[in-house]
């Protein structure tokens, strides 16, 4: 995003000396197919030129090129030169190649390499560095612009367009869903943040007991409550003694509190596991990889009799026919009975769990996850994103990305921020845009790791948007 937004703002620049005008996708009210439109050309060049700019790591992969002169023949916009600024070194020879083989077009291909990119900023040094050095905050201004100008509508928009997308991914066999702690709370299993304040809690009641104190049950929701209120972002911190207090019962009392007020099933629950029927001749979803220890998802498949195994731990391998549920942070099923070598499975459940996974790039939980995050389509359900592991695995997937278009290839589905109206704090027009800005910034920030986000008002809306994936409906803002 940061060469891209140097090298327009730089061209942008050029061409003013030259008195030609540049027209930016986010100048106008309607879609266009480019990174830029020079109505008027520039250089020696006449004529409506479209821009296109490229970022590769190798010259291998310039044969892509042809695809993006494919789709951009669909969607021309009436062009008469198509500008493809590769941010790569390009031979002159296979420059000649590619215009030999695109004379036939009805518009021409002009071909400008990192060669050329350097000489146009040596145009003006000064502006460049100027630039490179500003860049972040460019990049924030171009962010609050958009997002000021932003339609409340439009995230309902795109919405409609990413469920469309991944209706098709779901039609090809391509979708992997990423479980988080938000998947199952419908079900009544106890949030991350409920299940460390309630064993801290069960933790000092029995060490209290063993002195002749006992906690009644309100006093213990209030304790849980204020917890959960205070220590909202160290659980972790807290986790280290937890474990090392309960010592050999340690995963006996969290499966207990894990399932006290839990149900067999929720409405976003169902709705998941009807993504993993497979339709006549499909598959269905390729994996589910689950960051939760429950065993909903199992016990809803075996009631829809879908073919399935539960894995938690290394050299465990699904059949063709059965669906993988990867449970990377560990699994503590309700009946423990009916699984073999729980004990191989790692709770990653405090400070230490975490770091193993993060200092080992070869665990088996880490590379089960890029190999589905680098090969397939994800879609994250009743995840924050904010687990740093996984932002990291994220990061390396978009790196080694293959899109031609540069388009981030998973989805996220996140409750929008809303400041609420009450006798206190009124929603003024102020309030409405801090809104959009926000919106428009976390969206920049996740498409650097190749997310989309899929918006929503409310969590109860998850069910319907997985539905219209299965049945492939595409839907207007429903």
């Known amino acids: 995003m940061a060469i891209e937004k140097i090298i327009l703002t730089v061209f942008e620049d050029y061409l003013k000396k030259q008195d030609k005008e540049i027209i930016f996708p986010r100048n106008i009210n309607h879609r266009i197919n480019f990174d830029a439109i020079l109505p008027e050309g520039f250089d020696t060049i006449s004529g409506k030129v479209g821009v296109e700019l490229k970022i590769y790591r190798n010259n291998t992969q310039i044969i892509r090129i042809y695809d993006i002169i494919g789709r951009i023949l669909v969607n021309s916009d009436n062009i008469d030169v198509l500008l493809l600024v590769l941010v790569t070194e390009v031979s002159e020879c296979t420059k000649q190649k590619i215009y030999r083989e695109t004379a036939h077009l009805n518009f021409k291909i002009l071909i400008w390499d990192i060669n050329d990119v350097v000489d146009m900023c040596r145009e003006n040094e000064s502006f460049f560095f100027e630039t490179y050095t500003n860049i972040n905050n460019i990049l924030l201004n171009d962010t609050v612009t958009t997002g000021l100008h932003r339609d409340s509508a439009n995230y309902k928009q795109k919405r409609d367009e990413y469920v469309n997308q991944l209706s098709q991914e779901y039609s090809k066999d391509n979708i992997v869903l990423f479980l988080g702690a938000g998947a199952s709370f419908d079900a009544g299993i106890s949030t991350w943040d409920n299940l460390i304040s309630k064993l801290f809690v069960a933790l000092l009641e029995e060490k209290f007991r063993g002195n002749g104190v006992n906690i009644s049950f309100d006093k213990k929701d209030r304790i849980v409550e204020k917890l959960m209120e205070q220590n909202s972002g160290s659980q972790l911190l807290q986790t280290r003694f937890i474990r090392s207090g309960f010592e050999n019962r340690f995963t006996d009392i969290v499966s207990d509190i894990l399932y006290e007020n839990s149900h067999s099933t929720s409405s976003l629950i169902n709705e998941i596991c009807q993504l993993c029927i497979s339709k006549r001749g499909k598959i269905g979803v390729q994996a589910v990889i689950n960051y939760n220890f429950d065993d909903l998802i199992e016990r809803n498949l075996e009631r829809l009799r879908v073919k399935y195994r539960s894995i938690y731990a290394e050299g465990m391998i ?3 026919e059965e669906v993988g549920i990867y449970h990377v942070h560990g699994f503590l099923p309700k009946d423990k009975q ?4 729980l004990e191989k499975s790692l709770l990653v459940f405090s400070e230490e769990g975490y770091h193993k996974l993060f200092l080992e790039p070869y665990n088996w939980a880490n590379m089960i996850q890029l190999n589905y995050l680098i090969n397939n ?16 695995l994220l990061e390396i997937s978009a790196q ?3 899109d031609i278009e540069k388009r981030a290839k998973h989805y996220a589905i996140l409750k929008r921020m809303e400041f609420k109206e009450n006798e206190n704090f009124g929603r003024d027009d102020k309030i409405v845009k801090f809104e959009k800005i926000y919106e428009v910034l976390q969206e920049s920030l996740f498409a650097e790791l190749g997310l989309n986000i899929i918006w929503i008002d409310n969590f109860s809306e998850i069910p319907n948007l997985l539905k219209k994936i299965k049945e492939n409906k595409f839907f207007n803002g429903e």
């Open 318 to 320: 699904p059949d063709n």
């Open 377 to 392: 389509t994800c879609i994250f359900i009743g995840l924050s994103m904010t687990d740093p592991n996984l932002r990291r």
């Open 338 to 341: 009916i699984y073999k070598d």
């Open 400 to 402: 080694k990305s293959v």
